[in-house]
Every structure is written in C-alpha cells, then in structure tokens.
C-alpha cells in the first residue's frame, strides 16, 4: 500500500516521465522524524534523557557514522518511546512548531532541481521514510505531484500503537517507484533518482539516471564506480522566501503532520526488519 498525494494540475508529457527524491538530507537538510525532540521535551512527553539521546540521534544521523544495526537500535528505543502517545497532545505541541523546524531547512538547490524537472514536464514524486503525515505537507509545500511514505497504525484510543503498515525503507522504495511507473506510465529508463543514502540504492537502480546527493561514504563509493552523477547540497532556505507562489498547507495539514510524523521512520525498522527475516 502507497501513501499518495497527487497534484492534477500540471500536464503529463507521453512517455511520461518522473523523478523520484528522498526527503532527508536531500531535499531537506536535517532528519524530518528527529528535529522535534526539544519540542517534545518542552510538552513533557518525553524526559531529559530521552531528549538527550534523540539528539544524539540527529547528530549520528547528520554524521553519516551509523551502520544499519546502530540505526536498528535507535529506532527500536524511539518506537517503543512514542507508542502509547496521544495523538492529539502531540498535534497541539507541534502545531506551533513544525513550520519554523521545517520552513528554514529547505535547500535551495533542491527547490531549483524540483522546478527544473517540472519545467521539463516531469512529475515530482518525494519518496520518504519519514512518517506520511508530515512527508505529506511537505511534499505540497515543494509542489510534489506525489508522496511515498511510511504509515503508522494509530488506535482506536487516538494513541500511537507502534506498528506500522507500510514502511518505505530500501528495497521497498524500488518496490514502490517500479509500482508508480507501471500504474502511472513512466518509463523508469528516463526517469530521475536523487538520494543521500546508501539504503536508497535499489531505488537508485531502478531508473535510468540515478543521481548521488550530499552522499555517505558507501553511496559515494558507489555512484563513482558506476558514475553516477554526485551533487553537494549545502544552502538551506525558507522556502516561502525563495519560491513564495507555492501553495502552503492548511493548519490541518500541519497538524496532521504532527502527528505520526516523528513516530512514523523510527517505527518502520521493526516491521522491515520482521517482514526480512520472513521472507528469508
């Protein structure tokens, strides 16, 4: 199941072609599921501690030092951390925070890209781990025709269970751009790729022109024994400053962000790592 946010208005060329971006570290220039742990913090849902090791978090994950089974743990303890949470207490705290967490950290060589690729009449499909409430917005802020995402299960109670339904997470990326262009028409051999992660190369290698952004080491190994083109991102800008004709999501659309969005990527690698080791 794909979480979907398309955008009619633009005309489709035939053959009709795409380009699929990861959001963190690509688009945006932090972690779209860890920069809320102050404000977490400031609402008491979390303590000190675990403030403290969610920015520990941010920091491995800004570094680039992380190998998968330390990812592994981190995400296990925040999804174990956020399961219980009330969904409307984390909206009220987020509410007042997520545009000024995510407006600022937009980089402007991605906005150009994403309009470049518009420009030339192909659709703009953000493709995330991050949870599909706050992917969602994000991807109308920037135009995006279409969003892949993670979704988390919330209860009946309005709380976080800590399961999730689908999880966009390395192969089922590719899985979930070969999909797109069967049900939408793309020809995936012309069609754009751009990640910062080396857990993105089956997505990567699914289209004919897969791009390496502000890469990890493995990725950039990678796209220079396949060469790959490798782009460095590295001015953030508020995005209503640089692009301010583009659409801004209603204050329920934010608030919907909030609310399984710093849950959802956490979450994810448990059922990737289950539904692995049942296949295997």
Known sequence: ????????SLPHTSPRTAAFFDLDKTVIAKSSTLTFGKS????GLINRRAVLRTAYAQFVFLAGGADHDQMERMRE???????GWNVQQ?????????HDI???IIYDEAASLIESHHTAGRDVVIVSTSGAEVVEPIGELLGADRVVATRMVVGDDGCFTGEVEYYAYGPTKAEAVRELAKSEGYELERCYAYSDSATDL??????GHPHAVNPDRTLRREALARDWPILDFHHPVRLKQRVPSLPTPSRPALLAAAAVGAAAATAGLVWYTSRRRALA
């Open 1 to 8: 199941m794909l979480g979907l946010v398309e955008n009619h």
């Open 90 to 98: 984390v909206k009220e705290i987020v509410a007042e925070t997520l």
């Open 202 to 207: 089956p997505m990567l290698k699914a289209v």
């Open 40 to 43: 977490f913090y400031q609402g």
């Open 102 to 104: 995510i407006d600022p």
């Open 77 to 83: 303890y925040l999804s174990a951390l956020c399961r």
